[in-house]
């Protein structure tokens, strides 16, 4: 409530995006407005074409569209399929039904219908179909509930009409769908199977057509032919290669939402304003959006759309299981009118990121916890009565009603999240950090600039006052309250250095890995010659490391089992490890590639350890094994398909018993073989 008595309703607004909120799954019923946060992304594209191409219209359209949007759950295809239907409406002038014939804007707002149907010009019949969630299936309490199952009728159903279909979906119902049925004379010879089939082991580019159209074979089809398209929707960061991630802070923060904001009483005291205004300085934008593609690239798994619309809620409004039936503005008063200080110090963006799982930013653990609060009830006890803030915040801290350390997006800001395991406090920072934001409170200041509100000053007041008591008191263990003291504002002021100049944990190498994702995504012709001696590098790494693995470092080998392995010019040669791009869907990861097509994944913790272990820091046998069996594996695979038991170049098979005796078996130029004992 601002001193108009008025509140900024677009909090509200945006409280509706968290994962538990009514916009956080795209159901019909939303569909008829626009989105709050909308930013044109290439699947809007897709979508513009769809509303031309899929329907008959005024000139007679002859060819229907089958177009399947593939994806985890969260990555935006509900919310295309909305904006379709909402075009499909308003500029194509459409009826869009459940099947049930009742038009989305009449369904009730928990009814999400399995599959929707596009009527034309008051038509009898439709003109295609969407479904905007395979995953679920038409009845829910069925006995036999098979959600591929369920897709394969609904291809069936929309062949024998001859009509467009839409379908939203995970790829794992596409391949069981197929898995199901491919063996099935009755399934696998129909024409639609053999769409299924093409899609399935195609590669995950974000859009394919099938180049072919497909002639519908019915007697009263609406069309008479069908072009295929599927898109894979996960391969999408909204950070790396893309700005949709800062478009969508762009709307967020854009002055028009927050301009009631600046006559209200508490605008000094707001988390969520000042959370704002970080988001508007460029550079303190730039290290936000840092730190998130860092945190994308170690989980090796983008930022769905759910999430980021999440994250972005969350920092400028908070979370609603603070709030009851209050508006988040009127949380901010009532807070500030208690003097709760730290309640609101929660809620600022750095701790949301590093800490919204730590009770008013104490310890975490219970143990450590308790006795930050024992520390702390001994001071306000013996704190001087005229310290009426510093008593006041303190004695909100004491009383068990911190907000919710439940935020949502557990995967990223949970406690054993992403997040969690990139805190720049997990690694030894520079002396130089440390003494900018952890020494002396006055440096503090210095070092903050205009992004230090009232807000953190008005801790430091109260860390302050505390600290002065703790001098003066005799009693208690000093050290012991030194220490709970000092944690509780490294928290915060640590935190907030680290987001202030873009720092975590891992950073350079995070950072170093997106490049080469970067970079390998670039066609080798493109390449600078710096650019590909770093590949080269980075391959001869790996060769190195596989080599350690398999016992001998100075020359290629490979361990094919406990007792054999393989060595020589031939497995220099063909078994080369080759970094590339990785075609899994979803995956913010590279891939190792050996001759034969056999690869494996190859993700950022992997490339972490191996840095470490290049810089010499790192002794072999510390590196954790589990990284590299993905690699080995492929290895040992490519060199069974090598056939190296038939070539005539040098190969060599050294043989360990259990009494340690060696044999080295060697095949040299001309198919001769050497035998020596050790």
């Given at each position: 409530m601002?001193g108009?008595?008025?509140?900024?309703?677009f909090?509200?607004?945006?409280?509706?995006?968290?994962q538990d909120g009514?916009q956080a799954?795209?159901?019909?019923?939303?569909?008829?407005q626009e989105?709050?946060?909308?930013?044109?992304t290439?699947v809007?594209?897709?979508?513009?074409e769809?509303?031309?191409?899929?329907?008959?219209?005024?000139?007679?359209?002859?060819?229907?569209?089958?177009?399947?949007?593939?994806?985890?759950p969260?990555n935006?295809k509900?919310?295309?399929?909305?904006?379709?239907?909402r075009?499909?409406?308003?500029?194509?002038?459409?009826?869009?039904?459940d099947?049930?014939n009742?038009?989305?804007?009449d369904?009730?707002?928990t009814v999400i219908?399995?599959a929707?149907?596009?009527?034309?010009n008051?038509?009898?019949?439709?003109?295609?179909q969407?479904v905007?969630?395979?995953?679920v299936v038409?009845?829910p309490f069925s006995?036999?509930i098979?959600p591929?199952?369920?897709?394969?009728e609904?291809?069936?159903?929309?062949?024998?009409?001859g009509i467009?279909?839409?379908?939203c979906?995970n790829r794992?119902?596409?391949?069981?769908?197929h898995r199901?049925?491919h063996?099935?004379?009755?399934?696998?010879?129909?024409?639609?199977?053999?769409?299924?089939s093409?899609i399935?082991?195609?590669n995950?580019?974000?859009?394919?057509?099938?180049?072919?159209?497909f002639?519908?074979?019915?007697k009263?089809?609406?069309f008479?032919?069908?072009?295929?398209?599927?898109s894979?929707?996960?391969?999408?960061s909204l950070?790396?290669?893309?700005?949709?991630?800062?478009?969508?802070?762009?709307i967020?923060?854009?002055?028009?939402?927050?301009e009631?904001?600046?006559s209200?009483s508490?605008a000094?005291?707001c988390p969520?304003?000042a959370?704002?205004?970080w988001?508007?300085?460029?550079?303190a934008r730039?290290g936000f959006l840092?730190?998130?593609?860092?945190a994308?690239v170690?989980s090796?798994?983008?930022?769905v759309?759910?999430e980021a619309?999440?994250?972005?809620s969350?920092?400028?409004?908070?979370?609603?299981?603070?709030?009851?039936?209050r508006?988040?503005?009127?949380?901010?008063?009532?807070?500030r009118?208690?003097?709760d200080?730290?309640s609101?110090?929660?809620?600022?963006?750095?701790?949301?990121?590093?800490?919204s799982?730590?009770?008013h930013g104490l310890?975490?653990?219970?143990?450590?916890?308790r006795k930050q609060?024992?520390?702390l009830?001994?001071?306000f006890?013996?704190m001087?009565?005229?310290n009426?803030?510093?008593r006041?915040a303190i004695?909100?801290?004491?009383?068990?009603n911190?907000?919710?350390?439940d935020?949502?997006?557990?995967?990223?800001?949970?406690?054993?999240?992403i997040?969690?395991?990139?805190?720049?406090?997990?690694e030894g920072?520079?002396?130089?950090f440390?003494q900018r934001?952890?020494?002396d409170?006055?440096?503090?200041?210095?070092?903050a600039?205009?992004l230090?509100?009232?807000?953190e000053?008005t801790?430091?007041?109260v860390?302050?006052?505390?600290?002065?008591c703790?001098?003066l008191?005799?009693?208690y263990?000093g050290?012991?309250?030194?220490?709970a003291?000092?944690r509780?504002s490294s928290?915060?002021?640590l935190?907030?250095g680290a987001l202030f100049?873009g720092l975590?944990?891992?950073?350079?190498?995070l950072?170093?890995?997106a490049?080469l994702?970067?970079?390998?995504?670039t066609?080798?012709?493109?390449?600078?010659?710096?650019?590909?001696?770093?590949?080269?590098?980075?391959?001869i790494?790996?060769?190195?490391?596989?080599n350690?693995v398999?016992?001998n470092?100075?020359?290629?080998s490979?361990q094919?089992s406990e007792?054999?392995?393989?060595?020589g010019?031939?497995?220099?040669?063909?078994?080369?490890?080759k970094t590339i791009?990785?075609?899994?869907s979803?995956s913010?990861?590279l891939a190792?590639?050996f001759?034969?097509?056999?690869?494996?994944?190859?993700?950022a913790p992997m490339?972490?350890?191996?840095?470490?272990?290049?810089?010499?820091?790192?002794d072999?046998?510390?590196?954790?094994?589990?990284?590299?069996t993905?690699?080995i594996?492929?290895?040992?695979?490519a060199a069974?398909k090598?056939?190296?038991?038939?070539e005539n170049?040098e190969?060599?098979l050294?043989?360990?018993?259990?009494n340690?005796?060696?044999?080295r078996?060697i095949?040299?130029e001309?198919?001769e073989?050497d035998?020596?004992?050790?």
């Amino acid at each position: 409530m601002n001193g108009n008595n008025e509140i900024n309703s677009f909090l509200v607004d945006l409280l509706s995006l968290q994962q538990d909120g009514k916009q956080a799954i795209s159901a019909p019923t939303n569909w008829i407005q626009e989105p709050l946060l909308e930013v044109k992304t290439e699947v809007d594209e897709i979508v513009e074409e769809l509303l031309e191409a899929m329907l008959v219209g005024s000139e007679g359209n002859k060819t229907a569209r089958w177009h399947f949007f593939i994806g985890s759950p969260g990555n935006g295809k509900s919310a295309a399929m909305g904006k379709l239907c909402r075009q499909l409406m308003f500029l194509k002038e459409c009826r869009v039904c459940d099947e049930n014939n009742v038009t989305i804007d009449d369904l009730p707002s928990t009814v999400i219908p399995y599959a929707i149907n596009v009527y034309e010009n008051n038509n009898k019949y439709s003109s295609a179909q969407i479904v905007q969630d395979a995953s679920v299936v038409r009845n829910p309490f069925s006995s036999d509930i098979d959600p591929a199952t369920e897709l394969v009728e609904t291809l069936n159903y929309a062949w024998d009409k001859g009509i467009s279909l839409i379908i939203c979906t995970n790829r794992g119902v596409l391949e069981k769908a197929h898995r199901d049925n491919h063996t099935k004379k009755e399934t696998n010879s129909k024409p639609w199977f053999k769409i299924l089939s093409a899609i399935v082991l195609a590669n995950t580019s974000l859009k394919s057509t099938i180049e072919k159209p497909f002639d519908f074979n019915g007697k009263k089809t609406v069309f008479s032919r069908v072009l295929v398209g599927f898109s894979h929707l996960d391969n999408r960061s909204l950070l790396m290669d893309r700005d949709t991630f800062n478009k969508l802070l762009s709307i967020a923060t854009s002055p028009d939402h927050w301009e009631l904001c600046n006559s209200c009483s508490a605008a000094d005291m707001c988390p969520f304003k000042a959370n704002c205004s970080w988001l508007l300085n460029e550079e303190a934008r730039a290290g936000f959006l840092k730190i998130l593609t860092r945190a994308e690239v170690m989980s090796g798994q983008v930022i769905v759309f759910r999430e980021a619309l999440a994250i972005i809620s969350l920092i400028l409004a908070g979370c609603p299981r603070d709030y009851g039936e209050r508006h988040p503005c009127e949380w901010v008063q009532e807070t500030r009118a208690n003097n709760d200080i730290y309640s609101l110090a929660v809620r600022r963006i750095y701790m949301c990121l590093f800490a919204s799982y730590s009770p008013h930013g104490l310890e975490y653990e219970d143990i450590l916890r308790r006795k930050q609060l024992n520390a702390l009830r001994w001071l306000f006890e013996v704190m001087d009565e005229e310290n009426t803030q510093a008593r006041g915040a303190i004695e909100c801290v004491i009383k068990p009603n911190p907000p919710s350390t439940d935020v949502g997006v557990k995967r990223i800001l949970g406690a054993q999240g992403i997040l969690a395991n990139l805190d720049p406090c997990m690694e030894g920072l520079p002396s130089e950090f440390y003494q900018r934001w952890d020494s002396d409170y006055e440096a503090v200041i210095d070092s903050a600039g205009d992004l230090f509100t009232e807000i953190e000053l008005t801790c430091l007041l109260v860390w302050k006052e505390l600290e002065e008591c703790l001098e003066l008191a005799s009693e208690y263990s000093g050290s012991e309250a030194h220490w709970a003291l000092r944690r509780w504002s490294s928290n915060f002021l640590l935190h907030f250095g680290a987001l202030f100049e873009g720092l975590s944990a891992w950073s350079e190498e995070l950072d170093d890995f997106a490049g080469l994702l970067e970079l390998i995504r670039t066609a080798p012709e493109n390449r600078s010659s710096e650019q590909k001696r770093s590949i080269r590098k980075l391959n001869i790494l790996i060769e190195n490391l596989l080599n350690t693995v398999a016992g001998n470092q100075e020359e290629s080998s490979v361990q094919l089992s406990e007792a054999v392995t393989l060595s020589g010019l031939w497995v220099r040669n063909k078994l080369k490890p080759k970094t590339i791009a990785n075609e899994e869907s979803g995956s913010v990861s590279l891939a190792v590639e050996f001759e034969g097509g056999e690869r494996a994944k190859f993700a950022a913790p992997m490339y972490l350890w191996l840095t470490r272990r290049a810089g010499g820091k790192l002794d072999p046998r510390c590196f954790p094994q589990e990284l590299l069996t993905g690699a080995i594996d492929a290895r040992v695979r490519a060199a069974s398909k090598g056939k190296y038991a038939f070539e005539n170049d040098e190969v060599e098979l050294v043989i360990r018993l259990d009494n340690d005796e060696l044999f080295r078996l060697i095949r040299v130029e001309g198919g001769e073989v050497d035998v020596s004992h050790e």
